[in-house]
């Protein structure tokens, strides 16, 4: 965590001062102020010198004016400067996993990394505002404290001695048996809201195999347990206050029975035991305020720590070091060779010694079964996945070699699920071109099919669409998805099974339509339904990570056991032919 | 995967806001609607701790009582030291009156009116057999208060967290009861936060606000009450304190309100953005949309910066604010006090009780506001609680019901109407008889509504007019649970729960012996693919179930069917993302559980249908046909013209 706060509050360091010596300033306000009062006290009431009360009284309100005015322009700096750390750390954050490739994206998990860039920051930004004026405020303030005491009298002062620790000591046990605790709790509660999700999610399967009793007794082991930890923590809790309490006022009992003594040796005068008192309650109370703030580190450090790990994981795809020496071709003839593609950590390649060539004007259909390799093909393409071996070329170029936003401009891709952004069904299909005409937008969706159904909202394109596009059907956001491919007029057009929400007819219509559009360009078409493919100039069968066969449908029903296998298996079920 | 149910969703339940940032922002930041009605409310919730709470109040009385008159013994012992303190300044000898007497003639009045209203022995110096034994009563007082306000804390934490587990249980208890209408019209996202992010923050404000509410009312009621008796002037003063703070913070309160909103609105627009990026990363970069988006997230960070800066600046203002009044308050006691004492109307020792006791009264009193703000965001969340617990439930089951013991899988729609909207009509004087082993394919374009004939059926939602009968009586008279019990579904939304294998095709039958798990998860295809799993059967399915495949769910949600052993079957063919051997399986799986059973098949396949005894066509929800293939064809309607495009896609696709 210190790493993170150090890198992000290294920039804000002039401001970082200026508070400090803010804070410091009311430290020692706050610390005169009871002197003052000893002294009108000591001066004035036992002498009786009424202008001396006064004078002393405009001294103190003058300071007091003072404190506040220093401590509103700390808050100012002090929330500037913690808010302007969140704004950084999740900026930076943004534009870090922006960079990552599809597998690092994987394996932190998409909720994860959102959560890491909202919630965690969030966190540690609010450590960040309350640290800068407590964390500080609070030991100047008990050390300033600890000093002034001795001042008024060292002998005295010796009590702090045993208190001091012995709060401490209270607290850190507390915080010790309280720690574990807080975790397990919120593990509970993530366990209650789990089974509540799950619930929500399987609501017409639980119902269906008539189960809710089950669950309501799944729900309550849950919330027992729950109940259980959260009852040992408040309890816990419950002894905190009352004990620092009793700490804090057993220590003033004593500075009036010591600092009773004391007076009647004459060695202090009897305002300082005022002062004495006051200073105890405010070292008292910065040790409490401090232990307040500690409270929230665990939490702020568990959140720096899941930031700290995106921040150092080293995005894949990093734009090529030295510029083209040539422009690119761009005609759209994309090569593989011998490539091998494995995940990190993983036992097995993905992709083995996989050899291609992909010719503009054709369209490659790649088929296999589940785990085959054909996503992880397709994403090695647009380099959403970089190769961990052999090398993939766009018209001669190593595709690594190649800026990322010249690269991506090649592509349109239609990935699996047909996902949209919150917006309108026009901004989804401008997607990839803002400057798309409306005329061409709906070309783009009369060739994907979805002229019909645009046409039947009554907002027309610029109908909502909801985030995720949840309020369309599985087959909308398809074809909307695929139009925002097409409007983008690519070079190379990647379909990632992306007619399988499709019904045959919609399928067939929507193929026929394309191939006159993606005449001169270069196709790949990952599918399930052999109908789907069996036109393509060549299928490419994917097994287990390698090439079983290329070729047209009639070679491959003759030279490709896996090819048979799997039209058979469509062909008998769709009892056809 | 989450395919939607119904073809035309009925509109959201208002009064939320609706809108598809209203489930990410997760608790409402909005004001509560009716505060003190909800407040009432959510009291009465308290009712069975009653006695306990009156414990608590008791508690807190007598600890609080306790707590304030400490100073005022301290403020006694620090008499006693001064006194002692003066007394040795004076000769020995003289009477007290004597020294004011002396005091008067060198012409320090002030000095001797002082004098003159304190305790003096002149010559003594001071009475620490007074001192030890006021102290001595000074730290039972305060190890007793301390004693008491645990016990109130610790009686306090169980109420609050036993109030909050019934609230849950029955949050949970009424999800048991609300008709399949809900879920289907509100954002699965809103609910669930309901359910766990409302209740957690209700959980927060009970912790927080209900024994500092106590202790602070009472502490500034005592506090009050000692300052008027020590000194009605001083006491005058610092009361005026107490509108003085309030005003002040409700001034920056107000001012700082806007900010907040604004910080929330745009943490919302945000996390949207991010959540929306990261989801959509493979498009956002191949698209070319990268520079945008970073632009568009930093507009938006730049804007939650600006929002959330102003409201942390302005709003933590007030505690500044209320640190000068309060210092301002203890320079005007410290000064009127003073010279009090040195004019002999007060003594020393109340000053610094008095002190003491202010400083005591402005902290209850920034705790009350703090806790203001506190409950106005629980009880906004107690009432998005309320909402969902005001919900109509299903209509409860016909009692007496009619008993559906050995369902044979007869059925017969009678005149059925139904419609998810009054003025949208669906299914209108529907006529359809099944006869047991028949099957029955539910035919019709995507997204034409083919799940509303499973939802009649299985009494997810009730008919307008009409019957269903089964076995010869109205589904209407019989306990949900028993119509229910007699279905086994295959649906394409393949909901699995984290558990092992073994326990997930366990939850089709509660009481199945482990020979028919076993003959069932071999009936389903399923045993071949478990037991190349590391675990086999005891593989725990995560969330969504990511470490198999969606084939395979499939696979283990017929395994599930097959040991409830149902006498009807309602089978969702469609299986996108499923590779093909996979496919296989699950057609054989399908076929073998059909068997001897009656099957509502949403049919995807012209085997299938061709197989069938009734075709049910569907077009935009409707059901526009129904009869054999052969009929159908003859008809030459929708289901023809369905079927040659099928039929020529399928078979013409090479052009």
């Not at chain 1, 060549?538 to 449908?553: E, K, P, Q, S, Y």
């Not at chain 2, 620490?128 to 004693?147: D, G, N, P, Q």
């Not at chain 2, 004492?341 to 009350?368: C, E, K, N, W």
Request: charged content about 20%; glycine content about 8%; hydrophobic content about 45%.
């Amino acid at each position: 965590m210190n790493q993170l706060l150090v890198t992000y509050l290294r920039p804000h360091r002039k401001v970082l001062v200026v508070i400090a010596l803010l804070l410091l300033i009311q430290a020692v306000a706050n610390l005169y102020l009871p002197s003052l009062n000893a002294d009108i006290i000591n001066e004035g009431v036992v002498t009786g010198d009424t202008g001396y009360i006064l004078r002393v009284g405009g001294l103190m309100l003058l300071l007091s004016v003072l404190l506040g005015i220093a401590s509103v322009v700390t808050v100012y700096f002090s929330a500037r400067t913690s808010m302007r750390f969140g704004r950084e750390v999740r900026g930076d954050l943004f534009r870090h996993v922006e960079g990552f490739s599809l597998s690092q994206m994987h394996s932190f998990g998409v909720p994860s990394l959102i959560t890491r860039n909202t919630n965690d920051v969030q966190q540690l930004q609010m450590l960040v505002m309350v640290g800068l004026t407590m964390m500080v405020l609070a030991p100047i303030t008990a050390i300033g404290g600890v000093i002034m005491a001795m001042r008024e009298n060292v002998q005295l002062s010796s009590l702090l001695i045993v208190t001091v620790p012995l709060m401490i000591a209270v607290i850190g046990f507390m915080l010790y048996r309280a720690i574990p605790l807080f975790r397990a709790m919120q593990v509970k509660i993530d366990r209650v809201n789990g089974v509540l999700r799950e619930n929500l999610a399987g609501i017409r399967v639980i119902r269906a195999f008539v189960r809710t009793s089950h669950e309501e007794e799944r729900f309550a082991e849950a919330n027992v347990d729950l109940t259980d930890t959260a009852l040992k923590v408040t309890r816990l809790f419950a002894l905190i206050m009352p004990t620092l309490m009793l700490i804090m006022n057993l220590t003033i009992v004593a500075t009036i029975w010591f600092g009773g003594h004391l007076i009647a040796d004459g060695s202090m005068p009897i305002g300082n035991l005022f002062a004495f008192q006051s200073y105890i309650m405010q070292i008292l109370t910065s040790v409490m305020m401090a232990v307040m703030t500690m409270m929230m580190v665990p939490r702020a450090s568990a959140s720096a720590e899941r930031i700290q790990a995106v921040l150092q994981a080293v995005p894949e795809i990093a734009e090529p070091a030295i510029a083209l020496d040539v422009p690119l071709a761009r005609i759209g003839r994309i090569e593989l060779r011998d490539v091998d593609f494995r995940y990190p950590g993983a036992q097995d390649s993905v992709l083995n010694d996989v050899s291609l060539t992909l010719e503009p004007g054709t369209t490659t259909a790649i088929v296999g079964g589940t785990g085959s390799g054909k996503s992880t093909l397709v994403n090695l393409l647009p380099r959403l996945l970089d190769v961990t071996g052999g090398s993939v070329l766009i018209d001669g170029v190593d595709v690594r070699d190649i800026p990322l936003e010249e690269l991506w401009d090649l592509f349109g891709l239609v990935p699996q699920r047909g996902f949209l952004f919150g917006g309108t069904v026009g901004s989804n299909v401008r997607f990839g071109r803002p400057d798309a005409t409306d005329d061409e937008v709906w070309d783009a969706l009369t060739v994907a099919q979805a002229r019909e159904f645009v046409d039947l909202l009554p907002e027309g394109l610029d109908a909502p669409i909801d985030q995720g596009g949840v309020n369309l059907s599985g087959g909308q956001r398809q074809r909307l998805a695929i139009a925002r491919c097409i409007v983008r007029d690519p070079l190379i057009y990647l379909f990632d099974d992306s007619f399988s929400a499709l019904d045959y007819a919609t399928d067939a219509r929507l193929r026929g339509a394309l191939r006159s559009l993606t005449r001169g360009k270069t196709v790949v078409i990952v599918a399930q339904r052999v109908s789907t493919i069996m036109d393509a100039d060549r299928i490419v069968v994917l097994d287990n990570g390698r090439v079983a066969g290329i070729g047209t449908h009639d070679d491959l029903m003759e030279t490709c056991e896996a090819y048979r296998e799997i039209a058979a298996s469509q062909v008998s079920l769709e009892d056809v032919r | 995967m989450s395919q939607r149910t119904v073809s035309s969703p009925p509109p959201r339940q208002g009064g939320m806001g609706g809108g598809p940032m209203a489930g990410l922002q997760g608790v409402s930041d909005e004001k509560a609607q009716d505060f003190r009605g909800s407040l009432k409310r959510f009291a009465a919730r308290m009712r069975p701790e009653r006695v306990i709470v009156a414990l608590v109040i008791v508690l807190a009385f007598a600890s609080v009582f306790l707590a304030v008159l400490g100073p005022k013994l301290l403020g006694n012992a620090t008499n006693i030291i001064f006194d002692g303190f003066v007394s040795s300044q004076l000769p020995s000898g003289v009477t007290q009156e004597q020294a004011v007497a002396a005091l008067e003639a060198s012409g320090q009045t002030d000095q001797a009116s002082m004098v003159a209203s304190m305790t003096l022995t002149p010559g003594e110096g001071v009475d620490f057999a007074a001192l030890a034994r006021i102290l001595a009563i000074a730290t039972i007082v305060y190890v007793l208060s301390s004693i008491l306000s645990w016990g109130q804390n610790y009686l306090m934490a169980g109420v609050t967290q036993r109030t909050i587990y019934r609230l849950r249980e029955e949050v949970d208890a009424k999800l048991g009861k609300l008709p399949l209408r809900y879920f289907d019209s509100s954002s699965r996202g809103d609910v669930l936060s309901r359910v766990t992010n409302d209740i957690d923050n209700i959980s927060m404000t009970l912790q927080q606000t209900l024994t500092q509410l106590i202790t602070a009312l009472l502490t500034v009621i005592g506090v009050l009450a000692m300052m008027v008796w020590i000194s009605p002037i001083l006491a005058v003063i610092s009361l005026l304190t107490v509108p003085l703070s309030f005003a002040v913070t409700m001034f920056i309160a107000k001012r700082s309100q806007p900010h907040f909103v604004a910080q929330w609105k745009w943490t919302g627009t945000l996390n949207g953005h991010v959540e929306e990026t990261f989801s959509g990363h493979d498009l956002v970069k191949v698209f070319g949309h990268r520079h945008q988006s970073i632009a568009d997230f930093d507009e938006a960070n730049e804007r939650m910066y600006e929002s959330s800066f102003r409201a942390q600046y302005i709003s933590g203002i007030i505690q500044p604010a209320l640190t000068v009044i309060a210092n301002l308050n203890y320079v005007a006691i410290a000064v009127i006090g003073g010279l009090r004492v040195a004019t002999g109307s007060m003594s020393l020792g109340d000053v610094q009780a008095f002190i003491q006791y202010s400083r005591q009264f402005t902290m209850p009193i920034t705790q009350i506001a703090g806790v203001a703000n506190v409950l106005q965001s629980g009880i906004a969340s107690a009432e998005r609680v309320f909402e969902l617990l005001d919900q109509p439930e299903e209509t409860p089951d016909d009692d007496p019901s009619i008993p559906l013991d050995a369902p044979t899988g007869r059925i017969r729609f009678e005149d059925v109407s139904f419609r998810y909207l009054p003025d949208a009509p669906l299914i209108e004087g529907f006529d359809l008889s099944v006869e047991p082993g028949e099957i029955i394919a539910i035919v019709g374009p995507t997204g034409a509504g083919k799940t509303t004939l499973v939802n009649l059926l299985m009494r997810f939602y009730d008919v307008d007019s009409g019957r269903i009968l089964m076995d010869g009586e109205p589904t209407m008279g019989m306990r949900r649970d028993d119509v229910r019990r007699s279905f086994g579904m295959v649906l394409q939304d393949t909901w699995l729960f984290e558990g092992t294998i073994h326990d997930n095709i366990a939850y089709g039958a509660a009481d199945a012996t482990e020979e028919e798990i076993d003959a069932a998860a071999r009936a389903a295809r399923v045993d071949h693919f478990v037991r190349t799993l590391p675990d086999g059967y005891e593989t725990l399915l995560t969330e969504g179930a990511s470490n198999i495949s969606a084939g395979e769910r499939q696979l283990l949600t017929i395994a599930r069917a097959f040991l409830a052993d149902p006498a009807i079957l309602i089978l969702d063919e469609a299986t996108s993302s499923v590779d093909t051997r996979t496919e296989v399986l699950i057609q054989q799986a399908m076929a073998e559980l059909r068997h001897g059973r009656t099957s509502f098949v949403i049919a995807h396949r012209l085997s299938t249908i061709r197989n069938a005894d009734v075709i049910v066509v569907l077009e935009s929800g409707r059901i526009v046909e129904q009869g054999s293939h052969d009929e159908l064809i003859a008809a030459k309607g929708a289901y023809y013209r369905l079927y040659r495009s099928q039929f020529e896609s399928a078979v013409d696709d090479g052009e």
